[in-house]
Nanobody
Framework: QVQLVESGGGLVQAGGSLRLSCAAS????????MGWFRQAPGKEREFVAA????????YYADSVKGRFTISRDNARNTVYLQMNSLKPEDTALYYC?????????????????????WGQGTQVTVSS
């Protein structure tokens, strides 16, 4: 079992930046990929970004492309989400999650059901 702890959320003005971190512990060697998702009040949880642990291939939702960057530090078992040019519509609870079973990453990176472990989330609030 992999345990995930997110941090780095907070309140920021529109146009500002935040960096989220997701520290993984436990059976981290069994994880293939990690994703960031977000959920705003009254909305479904949606895909934000994903990265493959070994080869580093990344994917982004269209709404964050060019503003957010996902990266990993394999030695620290930590994945980051650098968020720039934040907008009020980015306000949400941000979750990290891991894919711990072998799947076709290229076709499953955006699917909530393809992720096996989830963190508790960190709140990001962007004021206008």
């Amino acid at each position: 079992q992999v345990q995930l702890v997110e941090s780095g959320g907070g309140l920021v003005q529109a146009g500002g930046s935040l960096r989220l971190s997701c520290a993984a512990s436990g059976r981290t060697f069994s994880s293939y990929a990690m994703g960031w998702f977000r959920q705003a009040p009254g909305k479904e949880r949606e895909f934000v970004a994903a990265i493959h642990w070994r080869v580093g291939i990344t994917y982004y939702a269209d709404s964050v492309k060019g503003r957010f960057t996902i990266s990993r530090d394999n030695a620290r078992n930590t994945v980051y989400l650098q968020m720039n040019s934040l907008k009020p519509e980015d306000t949400a609870l941000y979750y990290c999650a891991t894919q711990d079973r072998l799947r076709d990453y290229r076709s499953t990176y955006y699917l909530k059901a393809a992720y096996d472990n989830w963190g508790q989330g960190t709140q990001v609030t962007v004021s206008s």
